[in-house]
C-alpha cells in the first residue's frame, strides 16, 4: 500500500520528519487535553419525518454549542463529542435511537428532542437502561409526573407555563371568545387543556376547540368550523404542512371580515413570515420562545449566539436567506447543552458509574441568569418537577416583521407541582 | 356560517379534491386494466411528480407562470420515464405475474421513496403558483388556482380518453388489454405496449402531482394519501375501468368534502373505507368493472 502510495518505500529520516511534523501540527492545532477519553453526548435528531425542519436547526445549533463549550475547555478538563442518531420524528425508533446511543455508541448521556409523541415513547426507555435523557419538547408530560426521574427539561418551558402567562395579556387586548386550532396530539392537548382554563381564569370563554391530525395536508375544511362571532383565533400546528395551513386561512378570510388572530410561531417556524400569501398575517400576533428578528434591545450574549450558530438578523441561514431558523425553539439545544455542562462539572462526572450524581446535581440547580450559557433570558429551574421555566415574548407581525410586544415575567407562568420527582428512586 | 355557503365550500373543496383524485387515480387504473398490475409505487411516482416541479420552479430563473407550465410538461415525462425504466428492467422480468408485482412495486416504493429523501431532503418546500387569484365570495375567500386545477385535470382527462379511443396508440392498449395474446399474434410489441402504459399511468399521477404541489408542498412522504384514496377510487369504480373510476372518483371526493365540512375528515375517510368494504362484499368487480 505505502509503497503504491509514495511510488517507493520511504527511508526512515522521511518517516521520523514526517512523524515530527505530524506531532507539531497535532500540538499547535487543539486545545491540549488531559488525555482522557472524551465525553460522549448522544443527540436524539428529528433528521427526517414530519420534524426535519426542527431537526437541521437542532443540529445546527448543537453543533455550535459544541464548539463554543470545546473552545473553553470542555467539560470537566475533558473534551466533548456529539453523536448525532436521526430518530425519523418516530416514537418507536426513538426508543431504539436511546438504546443505539447508549449501548453502541457509549454515550454518557441522551439529549435534543423535540417533538412530544416522540419523546413520550422514548422516555422510558432511557429509564430502563437509566440514562440522563434532557428533552427539548415543551410538552407537559415532564412537569406533570408522566415520566420519569430520568428524563429533565431544563432548556425550555413548556407549554403549561408558556400558555397561562400570555392568556392575560391575549384576553387583554384581543378579545374575550376564543377559538382554538391545535394539532390532534399529546402537544396540542396541553394547549387545548391549559390554554382553556387560563382563559376561563381571566373571565374569557372557548367557544370552539378545532383539533387536526398533525399528518393533514389540506385544512380549508376545517375552516368553516370556526364560529362566527370569535374575537380571537388562537392557532398552533406543526408538521410539514405549516405553511399551507396559514396560506388557507389567508384564503379563506381574504378581504372579508376576521377575528383578531393569535398564533404559536410553531406554525410557521422555518417559514419566511414574508412569503406570498402571508400578507393577511400583517397586525396578527404571535408567540414567540425567542424573537427570530433581532429585536433592539438584544443582548450581547444573543447577538454572539446569532452568529456562533450562523443566523442573520432576519432569523435565517447567513449563508441562505430562505433557509429560516426554528429560532423561537432552538436556543433550548444551546441552553440545555450549557446545563449539561454545569451539571457534570458540579457532579464532578467521570463515568457513566456518575449518571444518577448528575441528575441529582441539576435537580439541585434553581436559578439561571442570563449569559451565554442562557442566551434566551433568565430561567428559574424547578428541580422536583424537572422543569425550566423563561419568559415568554408576544411579537406583532409588522412591514413582514415579528417585533416583539409585550413579555411575560417567570411568576406569570409558574404553577402548582404536580410531581416531586427528587422523592421517586433512580 | 350558514348552511348555504356552507355547502358551497365544501362542494368546492370535495370538487377539488374529485379533479385530482380522478387523474392520479386514472393512472393505476390504466395499469391494472392493461398489464393487470396493482402498482403500489403509484402514490411514489405522484410524489416524484410533485419534486421534480419544485426542482423545475426553485431552478429555472422565469417567472412563477413560465416555470410551472415547464414543470407541467416536465415532471410527467421525467417520471414517465422512470416508470418505464422499472418496467424493463423490473417489471418485465418478472414476467408481469401478479403476486411478483405486488411485491416488487413495494420495493419500487421504498426506493424511490428513500431516493427522494436522499437527494431532495426531508423538507416539505413550497411551489410558487402560477398565478395568484383570490375569489371574494361574500361569506369567504377561495382561490381561484384551485378552481383552475379543476379545469386542468378535467383537459387532462378529457386528453387521455381522447388518446384511448381516438389514436392508434389507443386502440393498440385497448387491444392488448382485451387479449394481450391475440394482440401478440396480430403483431403488436407487447413488451412496448406495457412500458409506455406503466408510464403513462405514473405521468398521469405526476401531471396531478404538478397540479396539486403550488396547493400543498413537496414532500418525500406526500405519497401515501394519494395511494390509498386512489386504490379507494379503483376498487369503488371497478379495476380497470375507465368510466368507474371517473364515477368513483366524483363520488368519493364529493362526499369526502362534504362529509368533512360538515362532521369530520375522519369520519369521510371510514365511510369511504367502508364503501370499498361493501363493494367488494357485494359487487367485486366495482361498480363499473366487468365480471371476472
Redesign the interface.
Known amino acids: 500500500m505505502t509503497k503504491e502510495l509514495f511510488g517507493l518505500t520511504p527511508s526512515r529520516r522521511a518517516i521520523l520528519k514526517g512523524a515530527g511534523a505530524g506531532l507539531l501540527t497535532a500540538g499547535f492545532a487543539a486545545p491540549v487535553w488531559s488525555q482522557s477519553a472524551p465525553i460522549k453526548l448522544g443527540f436524539q435528531l428529528h433528521?427526517?419525518?414530519i420534524g426535519?425542519?426542527y431537526?437541521?436547526w437542532y443540529e445546527r445549533t448543537a453543533q455550535a454549542a459544541l464548539k463554543v463549550v470545546n473552545d473553553a475547555g470542555g467539560i470537566n478538563g475533558r473534551p466533548v463529542e456529539i453523536v448525532f442518531e436521526d430518530d425519523g420524528t418516530d416514537p418507536k425508533r426513538g426508543a431504539e435511537v436511546v438504546e443505539k446511543l447508549v449501548s453502541q455508541a457509549g454515550c454518557d448521556l441522551v439529549f435534543g428532542p423535540l417533538f412530544s409523541h416522540v419523546v413520550i415513547g422514548t422516555a422510558p426507555r432511557a429509564a430502563e437502561l437509566k440514562v440522563p435523557y434532557l428533552v427539548c419538547s415543551e410538552g407537559y408530560h415532564v412537569a406533570s409526573g408522566m415520566l420519569n426521574r430520568w428524563t429533565m427539561q431544563p432548556g425550555i418551558t413548556d407549554v403549561h407555563a408558556q400558555v397561562s402567562s400570555m392568556a392575560p395579556w391575549v384576553l387583554a387586548n384581543l378579545g374575550k371568545k376564543v377559538t382554538m386550532v391545535f394539532p390532534d396530539y399529546a402537544f396540542g392537548h396541553d394547549h387545548r387543556d391549559f390554554f382553556t382554563a387560563a382563559v376561563q381564569a381571566n373571565g374569557g370563554e372557548v367557544i370552539a376547540q378545532i383539533a387536526i391530525?398533525p399528518t393533514?395536508?389540506?385544512f380549508?375544511?376545517?375552516?368553516?368550523q370556526i364560529p362566527?362571532d370569535t374575537e380571537v383565533l388562537y392557532h398552533v400546528m406543526v408538521g410539514?404542512?405549516v405553511?399551507?395551513f396559514v396560506k388557507?386561512l389567508?384564503?379563506?378570510?381574504?378581504?372579508?371580515p376576521r377575528p383578531e388572530i393569535f398564533g404559536f410561531i410553531d406554525s410557521l417556524e422555518?417559514v419566511d413570515t414574508a412569503?406570498?400569501?402571508l400578507e393577511f398575517l400583517e397586525g396578527t400576533h404571535f408567540w414567540e420562545g425567542h424573537n427570530r428578528v433581532k429585536q433592539a434591545d438584544a443582548s450581547e450574549h444573543e447577538t454572539a449566539y446569532r452568529a456562533a450558530v450562523g443566523v442573520d438578523d432576519n432569523g435565517a441561514s447567513l449563508s441562505d436567506a430562505k433557509d429560516v431558523a426554528t429560532y423561537a425553539h432552538m436556543f433550548s439545544v444551546w441552553e440545555t447543552l450549557h446545563v449539561i455542562k454545569a451539571g457534570m462539572e458540579a457532579s464532578g462526572y467521570q463515568s457513566i458509574a456518575d449518571r444518577q450524581k448528575f441528575v441529582e446535581a441539576v435537580e439541585a440547580m434553581s436559578d439561571m441568569p442570563a449569559s451565554l450559557a442562557h442566551v434566551q433570558g433568565d430561567k428559574k429551574f424547578n428541580g422536583k418537577t424537572h422543569q425550566v421555566f423563561g419568559h415568554q415574548f408576544i411579537s406583532k407581525v409588522e412591514g413582514g416583521k415579528l417585533m416583539r410586544v409585550h413579555t411575560t415575567s417567570l411568576e406569570d407562568g409558574m404553577y402548582e407541582d404536580a410531581v416531586d420527582y427528587t422523592s421517586q428512586s433512580f | 356560517?350558514a348552511f348555504g355557503p356552507?355547502l358551497f365550500?365544501?362542494l368546492l373543496?370535495g370538487t377539488v379534491?374529485a379533479a385530482v383524485l380522478a387523474l392520479t387515480a386514472v393512472g393505476l387504473s390504466l395499469v391494472f386494466g392493461v398489464m393487470r398490475v396493482v402498482n403500489v409505487a403509484h402514490g411514489e411516482f405522484f410524489m416524484l411528480g410533485a419534486v421534480a416541479a419544485w426542482f423545475v420552479t426553485y431552478y429555472l430563473p422565469f417567472p412563477p407562470a413560465v416555470t410551472w407550465t415547464i414543470a407541467l410538461l416536465i415532471a410527467p415525462l421525467f417520471v414517465g420515464a422512470i416508470a418505464a425504466t422499472a418496467d424493463v428492467l423490473v417489471l418485465k422480468r418478472l414476467k408481469y405475474d401478479p403476486e411478483a408485482t405486488i411485491v416488487a412495486t413495494i420495493g419500487l416504493l421504498y426506493i424511490l421513496q428513500q431516493a427522494a429523501?436522499t437527494f431532495y431532503?426531508?423538507?416539505?418546500r413550497?411551489v410558487?403558483p402560477p398565478f395568484?387569484l383570490?375569489l371574494?365570495f361574500p361569506?369567504?375567500?377561495?382561490?381561484g388556482y384551485k378552481l383552475f386545477v379543476v379545469l386542468a385535470a378535467g383537459l387532462i382527462l378529457l386528453a387521455v380518453w381522447a388518446f384511448m379511443t381516438r389514436t392508434k396508440a389507443g386502440l393498440v392498449m385497448r387491444a392488448t388489454q382485451v387479449d394481450m395474446e391475440t394482440a401478440r399474434a396480430f403483431g403488436i410489441n407487447v413488451d412496448r405496449v406495457y412500458a409506455g402504459t406503466f408510464a403513462l399511468g405514473a405521468a398521469l399521477a405526476a401531471a396531478a402531482a404538478v397540479l396539486i404541489v403550488p396547493?400543498?408542498?413537496a414532500?418525500y412522504?406526500?405519497g401515501h394519501?394519494p395511494l390509498l384514496l386512489s386504490f379507494i377510487v379503483v376498487i369503488i369504480g371497478g379495476l380497470g375501468s375507465l368510466r368507474g373510476t371517473l364515477v368513483a372518483a366524483l363520488i368519493i371526493g364529493l362526499s369526502d368534502?362534504v362529509i368533512?365540512?360538515f362532521f369530520s375528515?375522519?369520519l369521510a375517510k371510514i365511510i369511504a373505507t367502508l364503501l370499498v368494504a361493501l363493494v367488494l362484499v357485494f359487487r367485486p368487480q366495482g361498480l363499473f368493472g366487468a365480471k371476472a
Request: charged share 15%; proline share 11%; hydrophobic share 30%.
Open positions: 433528521r427526517t419525518g426535519a425542519a431537526g437541521r391530525p393533514e395536508t389540506s380549508t375544511r376545517y375552516l368553516p362566527a410539514p404542512a405553511l399551507t388557507e389567508g384564503e379563506f378570510y381574504g378581504s372579508g422555518a412569503s406570498p400569501g | 356560517m356552507f365550500l365544501a373543496e379534491m429523501l431532503g426531508p423538507d416539505a413550497p410558487e395568484h383570490r371574494q361569506w369567504f375567500g377561495y382561490s396547493i400543498q408542498q414532500h412522504l406526500m394519501d368534502g368533512s365540512m375528515p375522519t
